[in-house]
């Protein structure tokens, strides 16, 4: 945003508003918090090319307005001192209070589901070796069942006699 759209928003005066930035410029040093417009970007603010006054606010500039990013306007709430930037520094403030104790609360549930799912896997893992263990003595139970069953099986060939043939003969 422009300079002057800031003044207006914040209700103080463009010159005060930039006098405020000289004073405070250490806290806007980098463009990602403000830069001047150059002349060609001051030029589509500026008179016409017949050399009529445009009226409205951010016309006819003598100087180059500065443009505030995000992070700049939000610093210029910090340096003036009206009733709306002290409202809109407040609730900077508030939203940064806000933000950082859920990250906190974030953090202690991340923690809490790290330790939760600990739990479960070593669940897990028990009820794997229980299950490999069942499988096991399963696997043990009808290996001997078909032991039992083949040797029973072989004791009754060995105990087979040849019999009379029952019937008629012919």
Do not use: C, W
């Not at 300079?3 to 990602?32: C, H, M, P, S, W």
């Not at 001051?42 to 505030?68: C, D, V």
């Not at 794997?128 to 069953?149: G, V």
Request: proline share 1%; net charge positive; charged share 30%.
């Amino acid at each position: 945003m422009l300079d002057f759209d800031l003044a207006e928003l914040y209700g103080v005066e463009t010159k005060r508003l930039k006098e405020a930035v000289r004073r405070n410029i250490e806290r806007f040093e980098g463009d990602d918090f403000m830069f001047q417009l150059s002349k060609m970007e001051i030029a589509e603010f500026s008179r016409t090319q017949f050399a009529t006054l445009n009226k409205g606010r951010g016309f006819n500039i003598k100087h180059a307005p500065f443009a505030f990013t995000e992070l700049g306007i939000a610093m210029l709430s910090s340096v003036l001192n009206s009733r709306t930037a002290i409202e809109v520094n407040r609730g900077i403030m508030r939203t940064f209070v806000t933000i950082r104790q859920s990250l906190t609360q974030s953090k202690k549930r991340k923690s809490d589901l790290y330790t939760e799912l600990k739990e479960l896997k070593v669940y897990i893992e028990d009820v794997f070796a229980d299950y490999n263990d069942i499988n096991e003595d399963t696997r043990m139970q009808i290996e001997l069942i078909n032991q039992s069953l083949a040797e029973l099986h072989n004791e009754k060939k060995q105990q087979a006699k040849p019999r009379n043939k029952i019937g008629f003969i012919t």
